[in-house]
């Protein structure tokens, strides 16, 4: 089994950095004129409002998300790096339900109050946010992945 969580991690490591690297080569590829860079934006629309006005700005264009969303991608693989050291290959657990409710709090929060407009959060706190909250995701992403995989290996 063990093979199989190192495995899941790092297309999950992989996987994440070409997501993050496609975010930031859309602006970049717009700026450069390239005829390709509408197709990248496009991949994001589905996940992403993408309104320009919450999002970060490089190469003179909004990135391909949100602030939110980059925030929540960057804590995904924060949390990646993070997980090894937390938590090793060998433990298949999810974390305490408090902390994952704690860690959501905060994004739950801002994204209700800026939906009920009773506030209009800068992309700063919309990033700390959503990073905050992407930390804890790969806690649950690869014992979940690693738990069907054992499912599987059973059958």
């Not at 690297?21 to 994001?44: D, E, H, N, V, W």
């Not at 960057?74 to 902390?99: I, K, Q």
């Not at 959503?130 to 738990?147: A, K, Q």
Request: charged content about 15%; glycine content about 8%.
């Amino acid at each position: 089994m063990s093979k199989r969580i190192h495995l899941i991690y790092l297309f999950s490591l992989t996987g994440t950095l070409v997501w993050l690297a496609a975010i930031i080569l859309a602006p970049y590829l717009r700026s450069q004129g390239q005829k390709i860079f509408p197709y990248l934006y496009a991949c994001f629309s589905p996940v992403c409002h993408q309104k320009p006005e919450r999002s970060f700005w490089l190469f003179g264009f909004p990135l391909a998300v949100c602030a939110r969303c980059l925030g929540v991608y960057s804590g995904f693989l924060g949390g990646l790096v993070l997980y090894p050291l937390r938590r090793g290959f060998s433990s298949v657990r999810l974390p305490a339900r408090r902390l994952f409710l704690a860690v959501s709090a905060p994004i739950v929060l801002d994204t209700a109050a800026n939906v009920l407009r009773f506030w209009d959060t800068p992309n700063g706190v919309r990033f700390a946010t959503g990073f905050l909250w992407g930390l804890i995701l790969p806690f649950y992403f690869l014992t979940g992945i690693s738990e069907l995989a054992m499912r599987e290996r059973k059958n």
